[in-house]
């Protein structure tokens, strides 16, 4: 089976690669702002309604006007993307007209030898508008507005055209394996970037010590799953940016189905990762914990500091909890597993005859006055049990027949929804 077409966005700062980006994949997946220099991460994303389908990434913006600390890790990533892309889409802005940055990037793409799209972004109906940047090298340049979709079925058709003449065609089909979504959450400076390249074997995102360094959401797919990296989630945001960042955060998660809340294990509990924790049960999602910096902590103190987190954080005690550590390694192939384990209990639906049987315990063993006549399963991710009783239920004697659930079918990371359904009287 033939492999897809790589497809890159590359230019200089504020060019509206980005805005051309989620025009193109027709959601807005890139964080798109007047701020220059905004995509620091790559995006990549299957365009598939076109006749070829082709990855299509987003690269940050080369020669930031101003000193940047990750500015050569964001250089670095934006190499090895041109290096694997089969064609490039070069977007200058036909607003500002040629600048000598986007001359030195032609030149540079030029040593590269790839296929090269010169997209003047940002055009009027003028032809005139395009006239200046002819003297890039890359023929003539194709007119769009990214903001507003013109021009965009004439680059398409282009980029179809470029890819054909290289050997792709339409025969490529997506894989229809079933891998398991998972969102990584938790607050700025835990590790979440370094433990997704861990899990992924490949450095997507831009890891730095600064907090809040990964701004966009990336999903990549590995044979087993969907990674979706998320922006660290603040109590507090001075910039609109970081804002939308862990907004959209949230978002994700919905489009999830395991979250791996990371936990920084040489530190203590926050207020913050218990609100990340009480987002992931509010959208019914399968959760494992993610001890990370586990090699911060002295082997003798390990059991101490796991009956602390426990402790801490015992509205979620379904939830695993391991160590990690993507200084040595550890922890990282068992999170792979565990987070397997957690989805399959997610979707789990037992048979009548499993049903059956935890219904006749029940009713053998239930230790409050109340009488359980019938318990249903009406759904799954998550499992959703329907209980149908002489009387309510109090909150505690919910809380048992969860417990003895969880027991009977090892339900492992996931939440379990308990309906009551109870005879009303009449007034």
């Not at 492999?3 to 590359?10: D, L, N």
């Not at 003539?140 to 507005?145: K, N, Q, R």
């Not at 997506?174 to 400076?189: S, V």
Request: glycine letters at 6%.
């Amino acid at each position: 089976m033939k492999k897809y077409a790589q497809v890159s966005i590359v230019g200089r700062v504020n060019t509206g690669k980005s805005t051309l980006f989620n025009r193109l994949i027709k959601k807005p997946l890139a964080i798109t702002d007047s701020k220059p220099g905004l995509t620091r991460d790559r995006i990549k994303k299957l365009i598939s309604y076109t006749e070829i389908p082709f990855y299509l990434t987003d690269t940050g913006g080369l020669y930031p006007p101003e000193e940047d600390l990750i500015w050569e890790k964001v250089k670095e990533k934006i190499e090895k993307t041109v290096e694997e892309s089969d064609l490039i889409l070069f977007v200058v802005d036909a607003s500002t007209g040629l600048l000598p940055h986007d001359e030195e990037i032609a030149e540079w793409l030029r040593k590269k030898g790839k296929d090269v799209i010169l997209v003047a972004n940002k055009v009027d109906i003028k032809k005139k508008d395009l006239y200046s940047f002819f003297s890039l090298g890359f023929g003539d340049p194709i007119g769009v507005s990214a903001a507003h979709g013109t021009g965009l079925p004439e680059l398409l058709e282009l980029i179809e055209e470029k890819l054909r003449n290289k050997g792709f065609s339409e025969e490529v089909k997506e894989e229809k394996t079933e891998k398991t979504r998972i969102a990584i959450l938790g607050k700025p400076n835990v590790g979440k970037s370094s433990l997704f390249n861990a899990l992924c074997g490949e450095e997507i995102n831009i890891v730095s010590e600064i907090p809040g360094t990964t701004r966009d959401a990336v999903d990549v797919e590995t044979d087993e799953f969907i990674f979706i990296d998320t922006a660290g989630i603040r109590r507090k945001y001075s910039d609109p940016i970081e804002l939308f960042g862990a907004v959209r955060s949230e978002r994700s998660l919905r489009f999830a189905e395991v979250a791996i809340l990371v936990i920084d294990a040489s530190t203590e509990v926050t207020a913050i990762d218990k609100k990340i924790a009480n987002l992931i049960i509010e959208e019914n999602r399968a959760i494992v914990v993610a001890l990370n910096k586990c090699d911060l902590i002295p082997r003798e103190k390990r059991t101490a500091v796991l009956n602390y987190f426990k402790m801490e954080l015992d509205f979620i005690n379904f939830a695993p909890m391991l160590f990690t550590s993507t200084v040595t390694g550890e922890g990282i192939s068992l999170l792979k597993e565990v987070v397997k384990q957690a989805k399959k209990s997610w979707e789990r639906k037992l048979a009548k005859k499993e049903l059956l049987q935890f219904q006749h315990f029940l009713q053998k063993n239930f230790p409050f006055s109340k009488t359980i006549l019938k318990i249903s399963q009406e759904d799954i991710r998550p499992p959703k049990f329907k209980i149908l009783t002489d009387a309510k239920l109090k909150s505690n004697e919910l809380r048992y027949i969860e417990n003895k659930l969880r027991e009977n079918f090892a339900f492992y990371g996931t939440p379990l929804i308990l309906e009551n359904e109870y005879p009303t009287i009449k007034q």
